[in-house]
């Protein structure tokens, strides 16, 4: 299967600090699920068995 550029995701270019960028492997490190604290509520993340990412409550 060929990948179109039109396909690939648009990354930040290098040194470009308005938004940052994280993949999902420097989130996970391995682990298939993560906890996020925002404010007083903490959210779930999870990557599925279909690669797809989820994100509760």
Known sequence: MTVE???RPVLPE???VTQ?????????HGRKIVLIS???T???L??????????TK
């Open 5 to 7: 550029a039109s396909d």
């Open 14 to 16: 290098k040194g470009d």
């Open 38 to 40: 925002h404010g007083d």
């Open 20 to 28: 940052p960028h994280y993949t999902s492997d420097e989130i996970f």
């Open 46 to 55: 999870q990557i599925t068995s279909q690669q797809k990412l989820i994100l």
């Open 42 to 44: 903490t959210y779930r």
